[in-house]
């Protein structure tokens, strides 16, 4: 998927992203106020999400990225501004840089990140993403 693909499209509100979709590129979405569903149900070739996203996606609630089993790496500031969202991550090893703000900061926080129970090296991981310190546990998930 092409950088900033679509981009400030404020009339974007629903997307289904196809199966054979391997990357969502730098700014692929960002700025699309008025997105409010995105479907990841297929996209199980999904490995990375890059830069800035999902960046001021700000109308996103659910983002289930649970069947994305390829998924190894979330870019800097991917989801900052989606401060409606509860993010859904799949049970993989997933590269989150640090101290970069991933999920947000601040207002710009989402709302929850959701992560298996089991896979306590993500969750180090989301905790360490956040800029001004540790991402709060209040917003941390576990599922089953």
Do not use: W
């Not at 840089?97 to 089991?118: L, Q, S, W, Y």
Request: with cysteine; aromatic share 8%.
């Amino acid at each position: 998927m092409m950088q900033r693909l679509l981009s400030g499209c404020t009339s974007l509100k629903t997307i289904k992203l196809p199966p054979n979709l391997g990357v969502i590129a730098d700014k692929a979405f960002n700025n699309c106020t008025n997105l409010i569903n995105i479907d990841f149900s297929k996209c199980t070739k999904l490995t990375k999400i890059y830069l800035e996203a999902f960046f001021n996606c700000s109308a996103l609630n659910d983002i289930d990225l649970s069947k994305c089993t390829s998924l190894n790496e979330i870019g800097k500031q991917a989801f900052y501004g989606c401060n409606n969202a509860t993010i859904t991550l799949p049970n993989a090893d997933i590269k989150i840089p640090e101290n970069e703000d991933t999920f947000g900061a601040g207002a710009g926080m989402v709302k929850k990140v959701r992560i298996h129970e089991d896979n306590t090296v993500l969750k180090n991981n989301v905790q360490d993403s956040c800029s001004g310190g540790e991402f709060p546990e209040d917003r941390i998930e576990s599922y089953y």
